[in-house]
Nanobody
Framework: QVQLVESGGGLVQAGGSLRLSCAASGSIISINGMGWYRQAPGKQRELVATITRGGSTNYADSVKGRFTISRDNAKNTVYLQMNSLKPEDTAVYFC?????????????WGQGTQVTVSS
């Protein structure tokens, strides 16, 4: 059984910062790509940032220069440092990971963590 557990969400004022973490656990053999997505009320889930096992990153234009994705392969954890937050960043943030486990190779999703940015 593989699980992704996010933490670090919360309420912050515009201009503030938050750091999200997502830890993978279970019968993991290896993890390839990892990423963060978000979904605001009434909107579709959208990509925020992705990172390969080797550390190559990709960002949505809306967060470039403000958010930084990183990972610790030894801890099976991906992070999202969010600076200069704006009210439009308010959403539920989900992590995902391409995981090879004992029985499967598939994409897993976390349960989501709420980020609310007040103006």
């Amino acid at each position: 059984q593989v699980q992704l557990v996010e933490s670090g969400g919360g309420l912050v004022q515009a201009g503030g910062s938050l750091r999200l973490s997502c830890a993978a656990s279970g019968s993991i053999i290896s993890i390839n790509g990892m990423g963060w997505y978000r979904q605001a009320p009434g909107k579709q889930r959208e990509l925020v940032a992705t990172i390969t096992r080797g550390g190559s990153t990709n960002y949505a234009d809306s967060v470039k220069g403000r958010f930084t994705i990183s990972r610790d392969n030894a801890k099976n954890t991906v992070y999202l440092q969010m600076n200069s937050l704006k009210p439009e960043d308010t959403a539920v943030y989900f992590c995902n990971a391409e995981i090879r486990s004992t029985y499967y190779y598939r994409t897993y999703w976390g349960q989501g963590t709420q980020v609310t940015v007040s103006s």
